[in-house]
């Protein structure tokens, strides 16, 4: 139990274009789920964390209206990162909250989405 | 707000032989504590958690402790396997604060040579 994935696992697309990225949980339902950033040899960066049925929370120096985010259900979020550049390029994944007390303030992590933009 | 520091940043061992790292956080308000093993290419997967009212907890080869007077707490593998070469990452939060926003340590990649 407890598979969070996500879609696609990789995209090229041109500079100036949107990309949209899926991330479902698929086993267990997420009122909260988050998504990271990762550069090659680095840890995870918390982008932002979106709830179901409200606005995410961003966190510092990520620009909301580049990295749009949309939380319609307990199990997919959305993360469209609009007019990408070549900057963009990296490796997005999204993690989902488990809302259960035994599992309380357990994330649990997609297999990621290699994003790169020429 | 929290910071943890994660040692080593890269650890060699022969396979069987053990393996620990360890992590230090700063806030004293966390209370739950996870590791995760990343694959090159892949998502990070939780391999084992421990919350503050335990102190050590064990699952097969893996175990975790953690003492809360330091503010520390630590992984260990025994009997490494090459197939347990990968980055692992610990990491802190304080569930119900903020959401649960996991904070997390810079990472060890862990090498088990056959």
Redesign the interface.
């Given at each position: 139990g407890?598979v969070?994935s996500?879609h696609p696992s990789w995209v090229i697309c041109k500079s100036g274009t949107s990309v949209k990225i899926e991330c479902r949980s698929l086993d267990f339902q997420a009122t909260?789920m988050?998504w990271y950033r990762q550069f090659p040899k680095?840890?995870?960066m918390?982008m932002a964390?979106s709830?179901e049925g409200s606005k995410a929370?961003y966190e510092q120096g990520v620009e909301k209206d580049k990295f749009l985010i949309n939380h319609a259900s307990l199990t997919l979020s959305t993360l469209t990162v609009t007019s990408a550049h070549p900057e963009d390029s990296s490796f997005y994944?999204c993690?989902a909250?488990r809302a259960s007390w035994a599992h309380?303030?357990?994330?649990?992590?997609?297999?990621?989405t290699?994003l790169t933009v020429l | 707000g929290e910071n943890v520091e994660q040692h080593p940043s890269t650890l060699s061992v022969q396979e069987g032989d053990s393996a620990v790292i360890k992590c230090t956080y700063s806030d004293s308000a966390s209370n739950y504590f996870p590791w995760y093993k990343q694959e090159l290419g892949k998502g990070p997967q939780l391999i084992i958690d421990i919350r503050s009212n335990v102190g050590e907890k064990k699952d097969q080869r893996i175990a975790v402790t953690l003492n809360k007077t330091a503010k520390h707490f630590s992984l260990h593998i025994t009997e490494t396997q090459p197939e347990d070469s990968a980055v692992y990452f610990c990491a802190a939060s304080i569930y119900g604060g903020s959401q649960g926003n996991l904070i997390f340590g810079k990472g060890t990649k862990l090498s088990v040579k056959p």
């Open positions: 407890a969070v996500q909260t988050f680095q840890s995870l918390l964390t709830n929370t994944i993690s909250l309380r303030g357990t994330q649990y992590f997609g297999p990621g290699r | -």
